[in-house]
């Protein structure tokens, strides 16, 4: 999956798929003698969208102005951009939200997604 892909609408298939098994043999030197079985392009350009500057301030936080209601969701503020990663990211920073109403201030917001 290639996130903000613009670049690569206007390609063919074949040439997508090339550039996809250079930019993997980058990383991994052998996968460049490696054949291709099966490969599929699909191409969404609504998937994710790009946001603007000052966006983030405009989403809602987990913690609302009423005492037993929080949010989560891909559009909360939850510093990442509105994907299904902000989308959990933000279903952990609600749960920290919860446990901060209840008193007791857990963390639960994973260091690898912090």
Do not use: C
Request: hydrophobic share 45%; proline share 5%; charged share 25%.
């Amino acid at each position: 999956m290639v996130s903000a892909s613009r670049s690569l609408v206007d390609m063919n298939r074949a040439d997508i798929i090339a550039l996809a098994v250079r930019e993997l043999a980058e990383f991994i030197p052998r996968a460049s003698e490696a054949r291709v079985e099966k490969a599929h392009v699909v191409k969404e350009v609504r998937a994710t969208f790009s946001a603007k500057p000052g966006l983030e301030q405009k989403r809602p936080s987990s913690a609302t102005k009423f005492p037993n209601l929080f949010l989560a969701g891909d559009w909360t503020r939850s510093g990442w951009p509105a994907t299904m990663e902000g989308a959990v990211r933000s279903g952990y920073l609600a749960a920290e939200a919860v446990s901060r109403a209840a008193g007791r201030s857990e963390k639960f917001l994973l260091p690898d997604i912090s």
